[in-house]
């Protein structure tokens, strides 16, 4: 018998813009209590789970703004996660905006937290790949301008040692960059937790509409399989605010094949037993990156040539 976990990957369904924190913190805690009855290790929510998803709009005005963002982790908003994780002794994770302030200047992330089964904070994420822009576009029905209210992640991508594995994070367009997953696999990761916010609509490329779903899993399956890691992909799902989000929520094994997905574009528990060995099988053969990598033929970048001299 392998280190077998129970993970639920927790999706969410829409978040209305002006919802305060205590009904969705109270849609997420019956999530858990869900998931103790299936006796599940770890609850894995979406990325900004406690709001709507507030890049799609351009807020000028700052106190607006901040009541997207969380001022402490937990905060009194949030303590009842923490006392959930506690008394179900389940762990947990999930996204939220977080204000910082560093020597007196205030900063803003798109954040996850990582929280033990005796209701304590293991560690938090700052999510490092910002999509869309800084200024609102003319034209566009919905906004993305994560550029705009956070800073890209200063920390890196830890793994901590929890739940019985190496466990790492990522948020959202992170998982698009390989990169993000190979600093991750560097380090043994074992579960990698990815909550997302993906509108089904890209308007700076409707072209690539009709793949949303295809390559949110492309790179899901990628990365687990090359970086021989298991992997949790939660969505908030639905038509939020008028805009149509991806659901899928997923749960990926090592060998890269989906075991687990969600039905539905609202709240719903997605569960699959992890049995984190099963990580072994690749980390000691095909992914042995000691034995099969070759990091000193990774940074020659040539110039093209330009044109291909004729036969
Ligand atoms: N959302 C999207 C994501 O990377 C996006 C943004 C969608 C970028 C489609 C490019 C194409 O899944 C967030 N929040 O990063």
Redesign the pocket.
């Known amino acids: 018998m392998g280190r077998v976990i129970t993970i639920a990957a927790a999706q969410l369904g829409p978040v209305p813009r002006a919802e305060q924190r205590g009904p969705v913190v109270a849609r997420m805690v019956a999530l858990m209590e869900r998931a103790a009855r299936v006796r599940a290790t770890l609850v894995v929510f979406p ?1 900004l789970a406690l709001t709507s ?1 507030f ?1 799609r709009w351009a807020i000028d005005d700052d106190a607006e703004l901040d009541n997207f963002f969380e001022a402490s982790m937990p905060g009194p908003e949030t303590q009842p996660l923490f006392a959930a994780a506690r008394r179900l002794g389940l762990g947990l994770c999930f996204g939220y905006g977080e204000l910082a302030n560093r020597a007196g200047r205030l900063q803003r992330f798109n954040s996850s937290a990582l929280v033990g089964h005796e209701g304590g904070l293991i560690g938090h994420y700052r999510k490092v790949h910002l ?2 822009d800084r200024e609102p576009q003319p034209g566009f029905e919905y906004q ?1 301008l ?1 550029k705009r209210y956070f800073e890209s992640g200063d920390m890196g991508f830890p793994v901590w040692r929890a739940f019985g594995g190496v466990v790492g994070m990522l948020i ?2 992170d998982r ?1 960059w390989p990169e993000a997953w190979r600093v991750l696999g560097l380090q043994g990761v074992e579960l990698v937790l990815v909550g ?4 089904l609509r ?1 308007p700076e ?1 409707p072209e ?1 509409d009709p793949l ?1 779903r295809f390559q ?1 899993r492309l790179v899901m399956q990628a990365g687990a399989y090359q970086n021989a890691t298991w992997a949790v992909a939660v969505a908030k799902g639905g038509v939020e605010e008028g805009q149509p989000m991806l659901a899928d929520t997923l749960i990926v094994a090592p060998s890269g094949e989906i075991v687990a997905y969600s039905k539905t574009q609202g709240d719903e528990l997605v569960v699959a037993e992890c049995d984190l060995d099963r990580t072994q099988s690749y980390k000691t053969t095909i992914f042995d990156f000691a034995a099969h990598r070759k990091p000193q033929a990774y940074s020659r970048i040539t110039e093209c040539t330009g044109a291909v001299p004729p036969p």
Request: aromatic share 10%.
């Open positions: 990325e998803f890049p999509p869309g993305h994560e959202c367009n698009r997302y916010n993906t509108p890209n490329a690539h949303v949110h």
